[in-house]
Nanobody, 120 residues
Framework: QVQLQESGPGLVKPSQTLSLTCTIS????????WKWIRQPPGKGLEWMGS???????YYSPSLKSRASISRDTSKNQFTLQLSSVAPEDTAVYYC??????????????RGQGTQVTVSS
């Protein structure tokens, strides 16, 4: 059974950089593609970016180059950094194991999610 757990701050000030880490158990970060997805209040899921088993990364154009995904294979973790955050980035953030295309919100396993609020 694959399990994912997000960790990071729940509150970030505008213009700062948000950093979230996803720890994977029961699976290998080098064997699948992994994603970051978020859900703003009252809205649907939004794909933010993915990291393939090869380490290649893909990002949503809507984030305008603010997102960066990296991985630590020794810890079986991958990290999202989102720079210049604004209140519109307030959302529940999920990490997930991807299925189908890496540029979609499709997944088969997902973490429980972590609430991130951007506010001064």
């Amino acid at each position: 059974q694959v399990q994912l757990q997000e960790s990071g701050p729940g509150l970030v000030k505008p213009s700062q950089t948000l950093s979230l880490t996803c720890t994977i158990s029961g699976g290998s970060i080098t064997a699948n593609g992994w994603k970051w997805i978020r859900q703003p209040p009252g809205k649907g899921l939004e794909w933010m970016g993915s990291i393939a088993f090869s380490g290649r990364t893909y990002y949503s154009p809507s984030l305008k180059s603010r997102a960066s995904i990296s991985r630590d294979t020794s810890k079986n973790q991958f990290t999202l950094q989102l720079s210049s955050v604004a209140p519109e980035d307030t959302a529940v953030y999920y990490c997930a194991r991807g299925t189908g295309g890496l540029l979609t919100t499709d997944y088969d396993y997902r973490g429980q999610g972590t609430q991130v609020t951007v506010s001064s």
